[in-house]
Every structure is written in structure tokens, then in C-alpha cells.
């Protein structure tokens, strides 16, 4: 079953044609970074603006990569949720003309179930039950994923995203956004020791995270600097940072993963690319006997393709949108569960 995939939740205007939720025949992705960069994070009005002089090109681009027209797609799959609301807007509204005229099925897909899902795409085997970290721009989560369209989240920021975190501090240290990638790349050249950063202690939910603390404590360090007229290098500031980051983010999965038993770790969202972040989760599953799933670097950030790949198993368990579907700035993944 071929499905064009449709995804502009965020800053990316992107199009994909994925094969039976596996196979990848097409991928095209429009990034707005740029002008975006020039603000220092994305402006919605803009990002709206842009999605709708980029999406005719894109479906067109994705369709002529897999060689396809129109009239050999099975479906149409389109993200309608979680995600800025204009941005959103242009992609379902786009899907759903698509859909009217072309007698297609419309399958809404969660875009972070989306995010999941890049990683059947990247590792062909790979079937729920099991246990997953989120971590994008905009959320972080660990989430039993117990079906291809069934979810638990047990645990969830109390505050800022991972990605959210990497960006601030990135800000601050002088680097363009989106920041996570310019870390990473910084990190490489430091000392993950040079600084000692807090890491949050939770009460109440022990999967619960928080970055604001970490971010305010490099934030402070930067300022503080600045106003002594000491220069910080900030190549050990970024190693410091990420390896706090990596550190919390594998603490809180290590005990998710000792409570609930799952021995299949899956890692998905933009900050999955994240070297340092990679490394640690490939200690941690070691150190756990279990198996661990990372996406392709290619398939971290947003794409299409994972939209195309889950919204083929939403397809398969019955789930389908018609005129009247709307798009949600905020939606939970177990509100969604089937
Ligand atoms: O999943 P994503 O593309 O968009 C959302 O759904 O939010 O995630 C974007 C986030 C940004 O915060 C970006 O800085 C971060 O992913 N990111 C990284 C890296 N590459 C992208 N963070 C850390 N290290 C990276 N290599
Ligand atoms: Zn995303």
C-alpha cells in the first residue's frame, strides 16, 4: 500500500510516498530555518506563509521521486496534531482537497506518534511492545508504546522540551537556531567535566523531567562570566551541558525501563540525532541487556516519511478523517490511542 505523507506542523513543509509503513519511495523535506534563524526561533506567521507557497512543490517533488501520479497512491496521510495551528492548517487543509478529489482515504496521524514511527522505517524488525524516549523541540516523554497505535506516556517535562533546552543554551553561547545540532558539533571539542550542572530532583512522578533548572544554571554561568569579564570556553560549557542532558535523560529511562521491564528501547524526536545523547542510551541498554532502536539521522527531525510510516498502521487499524477534520495545537497521544 502506497501513501503520500503530508507534514508541516512546525518550520519544515514536507512530502513522502512510504510503501506498506516500511519502505521509504520518496522524501522530500523544505526547511524555513533560515529566515526563521534571522529571529532567533520560528515565527508562526512566517512558518504558515511559507508552507503554503512550498506544499504544491513538495507533494509534486515527492510524488515525481517515487516515479508515481497521482492516481497510484493508495491514501493520503497528513499530521494534524500537536503543532503551531496555521502551520498545521496548510497540511490539512491541502490533504483533505487532495483527498476530495482524488477518492483517496484520509488518514490523520499524531505527529509524534510520527516521530515513533521513523524508527520502523529505520529498523525493519521493530514492533511494539516497547519502550520509548521522545525527545523533540517540543516535547519530551517516555511512553510505553504498547500497539502500533496505542500509548501510555509515563513520564513528561514539567516545563521546557529537551530540544526547547539545547536551543536556549545554545542562544545564550552565541550559536544560531535551532541550536541543538551547533551543541553537538561544540561538544565534540570539550571537557564534559569542566562544569558540574544540577540535575533536577523530581517528587511525585520519578519519569517526570525538568530542564528549566539546567537551563537557568547555564544561562547564570554565561551572564555571570560576561559581567566579570572572564571568557568562558564554550566548547566546555556545551560538552558540560549536553553530557547533564544526556545524563538525566538516561537516568529517568534506566528506571522506566527497571519498573515496567521492557527490554526493546526506542529513541525518536529531532534531539535522537544528538551524539552525546545516542552514546549514553547505547551504555544504558548495554548495561540493561536490552535491545536499543535509534532513528536514522535522516529521519530525526521532522520528515514526512514517518508520517507516511505510521499513518500506514493507522490505516490498517481503521483510522481515517473525512471533510470535517480540523487541526489541534495541543493533543495528547492518549487521546489518541486505539
Ligand atoms: O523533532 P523536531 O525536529 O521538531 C519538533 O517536533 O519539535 O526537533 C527539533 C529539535 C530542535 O530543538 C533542535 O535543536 C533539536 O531538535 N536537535 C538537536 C540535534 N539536532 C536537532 N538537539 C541536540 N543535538 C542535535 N544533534
Ligand atoms: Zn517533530
Given at each position: 500500500m502506497k501513501i503520500l505523507a503530508i507534514e508541516s506542523s512546525c518550520d519544515e513543509t514536507a512530502a513522502a510516498v512510504v510503501e506498506d509503513g516500511r519502505t521509504v519511495l520518496s522524501n522530500i523535506v523544505a526547511s524555513q530555518i533560515e529566515e526563521h534563524k534571522l529571529y532567533g526561533g520560528v515565527v508562526p506567521e512566517i512558518a504558515s506563509r511559507r508552507h503554503i507557497e512550498s506544499i504544491c512543490g513538495v507533494v509534486n517533488g515527492a510524488l515525481e521521486e517515487a516515479g508515481l501520479a497521482f492516481g497510484e497512491i493508495d491514501a493520503i496521510a497528513v499530521t494534524?496534531?500537536?503543532?503551531l495551528i496555521g502551520a498545521l492548517l496548510v497540511g490539512v487543509s491541502y490533504a483533505k482537497g487532495l483527498a476530495m478529489i482524488t477518492e483517496k482515504p484520509l488518514i490523520p496521524v499524531h505527529h509524534i506518534a510520527g516521530h515513533i514511527a521513523a524508527n520502523y522505517i529505520s529498523h525493519p524488525d521493530l514492533k511494539p511492545p516497547f519502550l520509548c524516549l521522545v525527545v523533540s523541540g517540543g516535547h519530551s516523554h517516555i511512553v510505553e508504546v504498547k500497539s502500533f497505535t496505542s500509548y501510555r506516556v509515563i513520564g513528561r517535562t514539567r516545563d521546557d522540551a529537551a530540544g526547547e533546552c539545547f536551543d536556549k543554551v545554545a542562544r545564550v553561547l552565541?550559536?544560531?537556531?535551532?541550536?541543538g545540532k551547533y551543541i553537538d558539533d561544540c561538544a565534540k571539542l570539550g571537557s564534559k567535566t569542566a562544569y558540574k550542572f544540577p540535575k533536577p530532583k523530581m517528587t511525585?512522578?520519578?519519569y517526570d523531567f525538568s530542564f528549566s533548572g539546567l537551563k537557568t544554571a547555564v544561562i547564570n554561568l554565561v551572564h555571570n562570566a560576561e559581567q566579570r569579564g572572564e571568557e568562558l570556553k564554550r566548547e566546555d560549557v556545551a560538552a558540560s551541558f549536553q553530557k547533564t542532558v544526556a545524563d538525566i535523560l538516561g537516568e529517568k529511562l534506566s528506571l522506566a525501563a527497571k519498573a515496567t521491564g521492557y527490554r526493546d528501547i526506542v529513541v525518536a524526536g529531532?534531539?535522537?540525532?544528538n551524539s552525546g545523547i545516542r552514546s549514553k542510551m547505547k551504555k544504558i541498554c548495554d548495561s540493561l541487556g536490552a535491545r536499543l532502536y535509534l532513528p536514522e539521522l535522516k529521519y530525526c527531525?521532522?520528515?514526512a516519511a514517518m508520517i507516511g510510516a505510521q499513518g500506514y498502521f493507522d490505516f490498517l487499524a481503521g483510522r481515517r478523517a473525512d471533510e470535517s477534520l480540523n487541526a489541534a495545537a495541543t493533543l495528547s497521544l492518549e487521546d489518541i490511542s486505539l
Open positions: 494534524y496534531a500537536p503543532g552565541g550559536f544560531p537556531y535551532p541550536g511525585g512522578c520519578e529531532g534531539v535522537s540525532a527531525g521532522d520528515n
